[in-house]
Structure formats: structure tokens, C-alpha cells
């Protein structure tokens, strides 16, 4: 079992950056591949970024390539999202996300995740 909890979030202007903070809890965090994804109001829950266990290999969306940055660190049980250039059309609520089992990265299934955190809010105004 793993426990997810997001902070960072809130309400910034176009431009701006943020950094997202996903603690976990449980003792399989370190092999654990975590994700991040969002939802629009209105709008399913999408992919953002992934990264394998061991913070070797990493993945993102189109959208946010060379924008955001993916990150872990295993000793503080926590996994980052550094979110730079903000635009509007990334306001959503950010969630994180962990797998039980190993998988490909570059799969955007959020049915691939099996352990959720309960949210962050993202607002970016113009």
C-alpha cells in the first residue's frame, strides 16, 4: 500500500512557476514507478509525467515537454513536479500517482496507476 498526498499547489500568473510535492507513505515507494496527471474542469484526467522507480528514466506529455520537470527523491519518500512557464491552459487539479507493478512509463494509462492522492489545485491566470 502506498499513501499519496500532493502539495503546492495555488493560484499564480502566466509565466510564473511552481513546484508540486507528492509525500508518500508505505514501504513500497522506493519501487514504485509515479506518475502525475491532471484534470480540467470539464475535462477528463490526463497524463503529465512519469518516472521509474529508481528516477533513471522519465516521460511527459507533449504539452508540458521542456516546461516541466519530473523528479523523486527515495530517501524523503517524495516525488516532484517542477512547473515552469505556467499558461493559463495548465490550471487543473494535479494529482499523483503510484504503480504496484513495474511498467512502461510511456504508457498514459491512468488505469496502469493504482494509488492516488487526493489532489492539488493549479490556477495560472492571464
Known amino acids: 500500500q502506498v499513501q499519496l498526498v500532493e502539495s503546492g499547489g495555488g493560484l499564480v500568473q502566466a509565466g510564473d512557476s511552481l513546484r508540486l510535492s507528492c509525500a508518500a507513505s508505505?514501504?513500497?515507494?522506493?519501487?514504485?514507478?509515479m506518475g502525475w496527471f491532471r484534470q480540467a474542469p470539464g475535462e477528463e484526467r490526463e497524463f503529465v509525467a512519469a518516472?521509474?522507480?529508481?528516477?533513471?528514466?522519465?516521460y511527459y506529455a507533449d504539452s508540458v515537454k521542456g516546461r516541466f520537470t519530473i523528479s523523486r527523491d527515495n530517501a524523503k519518500r517524495t516525488v516532484y513536479l517542477q512547473m515552469n512557464s505556467l499558461k493559463p491552459e495548465d490550471t487543473a487539479v494535479y494529482y499523483c500517482?503510484?504503480?504496484?507493478?513495474?511498467?512502461?512509463?510511456?504508457?498514459?494509462?491512468?488505469?496502469?496507476?493504482?494509488?492516488w492522492g487526493q489532489g492539488t489545485q493549479v490556477t495560472v491566470s492571464s
Open positions: 518516472i521509474s522507480w529508481g528516477g533513471a528514466s522519465t
Open positions: 508505505g514501504r513500497t515507494f522506493g519501487s514504485s514507478d
Open positions: 500517482a503510484a504503480a504496484s507493478s513495474r511498467l512502461d512509463i510511456r504508457v498514459k494509462d491512468e488505469d496502469e496507476y493504482d494509488y
